[in-house]
């Protein structure tokens, strides 16, 4: 997948950190709903980054990481909730829990390739949800109704209101992990990983470690997507598990997809798409049933199943791919 062009990507850092200064000029456009809804966007963004380090970057298939992000939800809630935990200091935490899982995972993991690899992160999804409702954790998830949290406060006396913390919260977790990333991706453990994706035979003649190497990423890619996690308890102060169940999983898949597998600017198209098409599907369905007068209801799976075959057709290599593309042949 191509490289995003610096220019473009120095532009787009600084148009977002000086987004919510635009708010008193512009109250209804840059409205605090609306700062919300892009800090949804860019907690997508790192879930989805962490699925395409192990898919895009690896080429090992997961259709389970709505059950990391579960985890890493479920554990800054609980220290949250009963430690008296600072917000911030859970990102760390629940990065090393989730870690952990995805590496014990991915263990057992390395005996299975594509399809069977994918049925048992399905399963994982599967289990988590039902395993968080059990009632000897009861007291420490709160079963089915979940935990209530307070939203993150504004600190040092900072002159922001809680949406324009939390999205700034946000952005600076999310530059972090995307720097961290292409950090990772540049450098000879990075190349090592892609090796493995695209010929693992070969990379094993070449004195790869592929079992190190494969659970080393399935745990890193589980700690991004859990810290994805952490940033979304502390953003909705809410956590149950009902929130994460197996289409949470196909949604960040779809993100992938959409946004471009094994593009890091792809992450950031997939997390803005899964969380626009997941919003706009309700006020879609009331528009055709109240003011169209049709008596079908279109739910966030008939939005997402017609946009992504129309994308499919017509950007093959995802948004990313397409635009790329599409720019080169206007060139020629």
């Known amino acids: 997948m191509p490289a995003f062009p ?40 790192i879930a989805v980054l962490g699925l395409n380090l192990l898919t895009g970057f690896n080429g090992q298939i997961s259709l389970g990481h709505g059950a990391f992000y579960a985890v890493g939800a479920y554990t800054a809630a609980v220290l949250m909730d009963k430690l008296n935990v600072p917000y911030w200091l859970t990102l760390p935490c629940a990065a090393a829990v989730c870690f952990m899982v995805g590496y014990l995972f991915g263990l057992p993991a390395l005996k299975l390739e594509g399809h069977y690899l994918a049925l048992a992160t399905f399963s994982l999804a ?50 972090a992990l995307f720097w961290a990333a292409n950090n990772l991706l540049n450098s000879r453990s990075g190349r090592a990983m892609m090796a493995i994706r695209d010929y693992h035979i070969a990379a094993d003649t070449m004195g790869i470690d592929t079992a190190l190497y494969k659970t080393v990423t399935f745990g890193i890619s589980a700690a991004y997507t859990g810290i994805a996690g952490a940033l979304s308890a502390s953003a909705i102060a809410f956590v149950a598990p009902d929130s994460f169940n197996l289409f949470l999983s196909i949604k960040f898949l779809i993100g992938l997809v959409v946004g471009g597998v094994g593009s890091l600017a792809g992450s950031v198209v997939g997390g803005i798409f899964y969380v626009l098409v997941d919003n706009s599907a309700q006020a879609l369905s009331l528009f055709v049933k109240n003011d169209l007068g049709l008596q079908f209801d279109l739910s966030a799976y008939t939005i997402f199943g017609i946009l992504l075959i129309l994308l499919m057709y017509l950007m093959p290599m995802g948004i990313v791919g397409g635009v790329y593309l599409a720019v080169r042949r206007l060139r020629q």
């Open 6 to 45: 610096k220019q473009w990507l120095w532009g787009l850092i600084a148009l977002a950190v000086f987004v919510p200064l635009l708010q008193p000029v512009l109250p209804d456009v840059v409205s605090n709903y609306r700062l919300f809804l892009v800090s949804t966007m860019i907690i997508a963004a």
């Open 126 to 175: 599967l289990a988590v949800p039902q395993i968080l409702k059990y009632k000897w954790l009861e007291k420490v998830t709160g079963g089915v109704q979940g935990i209530v949290l307070n939203k993150p406060e504004v600190p040092f006396g900072i002159p922001l209101t809680e949406d324009q913390w939390l999205y700034y919260y946000c952005l600076i977790t999310m530059l």
